[in-house]
């Protein structure tokens, strides 16, 4: 099987920063596109960055410029930096990925953390 699990969530104040991980294990063959998402109470979950294995990067328009999602191929790890975080970003930010696994051919699935909680507030 395979495990999504994500740290570093937190209370922060506006204007800081933060950094999320989210670490794979399991049966990996493949690790393609990884991203993180968010839903605050009463919101959809929406996109907040994704990142291919090759490092192409796409965010959210609300977060351009102030976060920076990267990867560890080595370390099957995706980071979210946060900075300039408002209370706007308070959310559950889940970890996404998009795996092969060992023994399911090329077949690529979809696989999600169980959410770290970021609250922004003074």
């Known amino acids: 099987q395979v495990h999504l699990v994500e740290s570093g969530g937190g209370l922060v104040q506006p204007g800081g920063s933060l950094r999320v991980s989210c670490a794979a294990s399991?049966?990996?063959?493949?690790?393609?596109?990884m991203g993180w998402y968010r839903q605050a109470p009463g919101k959809q979950r929406e996109l907040v960055a994704t990142v291919t294995s090759g490092g192409n990067t796409n965010y959210a328009d609300s977060v351009k410029g102030r976060f920076t999602i990267s990867r560890d191929n080595a370390k099957k790890t995706v980071y979210l930096q946060m900075n300039s975080l408002n209370p706007e970003d308070t959310a559950v930010y889940y970890c996404n990925a998009r795996i092969v696994v060992i023994g399911r051919g090329l077949t690529e699935s979809e696989y999600w953390g169980q959410g770290t909680q970021v609250t922004v507030s003074s």
């Open positions: 399991g049966s990996i063959f493949r690790l393609n596109a």
